[in-house]
T-cell receptor, first 112, second 114 residues
Framework: EPEVTQTPSHQVTQMGQEVILRCVPI?????FYWYRQILGQKVEFLVS????????KSEIFDDQFSVERPDGSNFTLKIRSTKLEDSAMYFC??????????FGPGTRLLVL | AQSVTQLGSHVSVSEGALVLLRCNYS??????LFWYVQYPNQGLQLLLK??????LVKGINGFEAEFKKSETSFHLTKPSAHMSDAAEYFC????????????FGTGTRLTVIP
C-alpha cells in the first residue's frame, strides 16, 4: 500500500540554523500539507499546497517558513532560522481530493 | 470557525470492555469528520471518516463512529478493547469545500488494562 514517507526521522539543530524537512507524498496525490505537534499538544496545521502554490497557511507559518515542491516527488518544509519553540514533530500529509489526508511518520525536530 | 473538543484526555478500559471516546465539533458548515490513531513514536493513521451517506461508519480494527448532527458529535466506539488498541486517538474536522486543512482535537490517550 502506498504511503507518505519523511526524512529524516530525527533532526537536532542549533538555534538560528536552517533546516529542511523532506517528504515524499503518495504518487498520485494532488494536495500536500505540513502539520506540527509540539510535545504534549495537539496537531496543528501549518500550510497546504496545491497546483504548485500555497493554498492556505496558518498564523504559525510566518516568514521563517517556506515550502517547495522541487520535483515531481518531493515536498519540503524549510525553516530559515530555527527557534527553540520550533522543536516539535512535523508531519507531512497528502491527499488525492480535498477529503482524506494520509500522514507520514513525522520528523522530530529538536532545536538547541 | 471550526473546533474540536475531545472529552477526557485519558481513558482507561479493561481488556474486552467497551471503548467510548468522545468528540464534539463546532463548524459553520457541515464538516468532514475523521478519527486518527497515533501509536507510540509513530505517525497518524486514519481509523475512519464520515463524509456523506450513512451516519454510522466503520473503520479499521473494529472501530466505528456515528455522526449525530443534532448533537454535533462523532464519538468513537469499539465493542471489545484489545491490548493493541492502546494509543492516542485524535478526532479531526475539515470543511467540505474551500480550505481543507484539518482541525484536530487535543487527543485522548487510551490505556487498556489486562
Amino acid at each position: 500500500e502506498p504511503e507518505v514517507t519523511q526524512t529524516p526521522s530525527h533532526q537536532v539543530t542549533q538555534m538560528g540554523q536552517e533546516v529542511i524537512l523532506r517528504c515524499v507524498p503518495i504518487s498520485n496525490h494532488l494536495y500536500f500539507y505540513w502539520y506540527r505537534q509540539i510535545l504534549g499538544q495537539k496537531v496543528e496545521f501549518l500550510v497546504s499546497f496545491y497546483n504548485n502554490e500555497i493554498s492556505e497557511k496558518s498564523e504559525i507559518f510566518d516568514d521563517q517558513f517556506s515550502v517547495e515542491r522541487p520535483d515531481g516527488s518531493n515536498f519540503t518544509l524549510k525553516i530559515r532560522s530555527t527557534k527553540l519553540e520550533d522543536s516539535a514533530m512535523y508531519f507531512c500529509a497528502s491527499s488525492y481530493s480535498e477529503e482524506t489526508q494520509y500522514f507520514g511518520p513525522g520528523t522530530r525536530l529538536l532545536v538547541l | 470557525a471550526q473546533s474540536v473538543t475531545q472529552l477526557g484526555s485519558h481513558v482507561s478500559v479493561s481488556e474486552g470492555a467497551l471503548v467510548l471516546l468522545r468528540c464534539n465539533y463546532s463548524s459553520s458548515v457541515p464538516p468532514y469528520l475523521f478519527w486518527y490513531v497515533q501509536y507510540p513514536n509513530q505517525g497518524l493513521q486514519l481509523l475512519l471518516k464520515y463524509t456523506t451517506g450513512a451516519t454510522l461508519v466503520k473503520g479499521i480494527n473494529g472501530f466505528e463512529a456515528e455522526f449525530k448532527k443534532s448533537e454535533t458529535s462523532f464519538h468513537l466506539t469499539k465493542p471489545s478493547a484489545h491490548m493493541s488498541d492502546a494509543a492516542e486517538y485524535f478526532c479531526a474536522v475539515t470543511l467540505r469545500t474551500g480550505a481543507n486543512n484539518l482541525f484536530f482535537g487535543t487527543g485522548t490517550r487510551l490505556t487498556v488494562i489486562p
